[in-house]
């Protein structure tokens, strides 16, 4: 059983920068992709960033790239998502999720465990 805790959401001023993380429980996530998708109020689940289990294959979202930067710590079981020059259209729910492929997916749908969600509010 894989647990996913997410923390370090709030509230920031657009151009401001905040850190997510996530800390997952489990012996066998060492060797999981571990993602972080977004769902804005009326929107869909959005693809934010992954990051293989070996920490050697990153992607991005376009809406993203350059702004955010996802990183593993070293013991592999924790997952951060450096987001900067936030822009309130990145207001939204954010998730942390862990994938079996440890490649690096992109697809919500292949993704078996969710964290419980955590709030960031960028204000113009």
């Known amino acids: 059983q894989v647990q996913l805790v997410e923390s370090g959401g709030g509230l920031v001023q657009a151009g401001g920068s905040l850190r997510v993380s996530c800390a997952a429980s489990?012996?066998?996530?060492?060797?999981?992709?571990l993602g972080w998708f977004r769902q804005a109020p009326g929107k869909g689940r959005e693809f934010v960033a992954v990051?293989?289990?070996?920490?050697?294959?990153?992607k991005y979202a376009d809406s993203v790239k350059g702004r955010f930067a996802i990183s593993r710590g070293n013991a592999k079981n924790t997952v951060h998502l450096q987001m900067n020059s936030l822009k309130p259209e990145d207001t939204a729910i954010y998730y942390c999720?862990?994938?079996?492929?440890?490649?690096?997916?992109?697809?919500?749908?292949?993704?078996?465990?969710w964290g419980q969600g955590i709030q960031v509010t960028v204000s113009s």
């Open positions: 489990g012996r066998t996530v060492r060797a999981y992709s």
């Open positions: 999720a862990a994938s079996t492929d440890g490649h690096g997916q992109l697809e919500y749908y292949d993704y078996e465990y």
């Open positions: 990051i293989s289990w070996s920490g050697g294959n990153i």
